[in-house]
T-cell receptor, first 114, second 112 residues
Framework: DTGVSQNPRHKITKRGQNVTFRCDPI?????LYWYRQTLGQGPEFLTY????????KSRLLSDRFSAERPKGSFSTLEIQRTEQGDSAMYLC????????????FGPGTRLTVL | GQNIDQPTEMTATEGAIVQINCTYQ??????LFWYQQHAGEAPTFLSY????GLEEKGRFSSFLSRSKGYSYLLLKELQMKDSASYLC?????????????FGAGTRLAVHP
């Protein structure tokens, strides 16, 4: 257990539905990242928060995706009108902010879109 | 563009030594990380290199050559529990912010 928690751990939904995932980072970490990982691939960067500010978004993040970190603590990732191609593991990571500090990953939310 | 290459799969014998190579072509290089990921679990941090040379941490060592765009992870005295994917990740400084770019991972199978 890295101290980063994600909920739910698994989500099965029908195409076209909206889903929301939550990430609770390690409490003193001000940086938070979302990644998507598909089978046999490494995590792909989606977006990055420093405190409550969303500072960078990947081009992978279409208009259907939105992320928030309203109080600089937990974060949510919402996918609207899900598509089968959205099926993946969604990973959250946090880090403190020092130059060599590693990112601590949560257990992920596995999304299956039917 | 950003490109990170590592072998897809490797096998090794318990007690042996294995070296997993990673080559990268990225802009704004600002450090290289190795993570271990067991099937169905989150990646966990193994090592970090930002300067050239070898970093040793128990049974695990990682080497970096920035001029060659090359790193390797060395695992000694292999144990069955070392069977996992090993992810090479480059930290890239872009637009004023660092982000990690991961390779696809190397699946290591350790057999008796």
């Amino acid at each position: 257990d890295t101290g980063v928690s994600q909920n739910p751990r698994h989500k099965i939904t029908k195409r076209g539905q909206n889903v929301t995932f939550r990430c609770d980072p390690i409490s003193e970490h001000n940086r938070l990242y979302w990644y998507r990982q598909t089978l046999g691939q490494g995590p792909e960067f989606l977006t990055y928060f420093q405190n409550e500010a969303q500072l960078e978004k990947s081009r992978l993040l279409s208009d259907r995706f939105s992320a928030e970190r309203p109080k600089g603590s937990f974060s949510t990732l919402e996918i609207q009108r899900t598509e089968q191609g959205d099926s993946a593991m969604y990973l959250c990571a946090s880090r403190h902010g020092g130059e060599g500090d590693e990112q601590f990953f949560g257990p992920g939310t596995r999304l299956t879109v039917l | 563009g950003q490109n990170i290459d590592q072998p897809t799969e490797m096998t090794a014998t318990e007690g042996a030594i294995v070296q997993i190579n990673c080559t990268y072509q990225t802009s704004g290089f600002n450090g290289l990380f190795w993570y271990q990921q067991h099937a169905g679990e989150a990646p966990t941090f193994l090592s970090y290199n930002v300067l050239d040379g070898l970093e040793e941490k128990g049974r695990f060592s990682s080497f970096l050559s920035r001029s060659k765009g090359y790193s390797y992870l060395l695992l000694k005295e292999l144990q069955m529990k070392d069977s996992a994917s090993y992810l090479c990740a480059v930290r890239s400084l872009s637009g004023g912010y660092n982000k990690l770019i991961f390779g696809a991972g190397t699946r290591l199978a350790v057999h008796p």
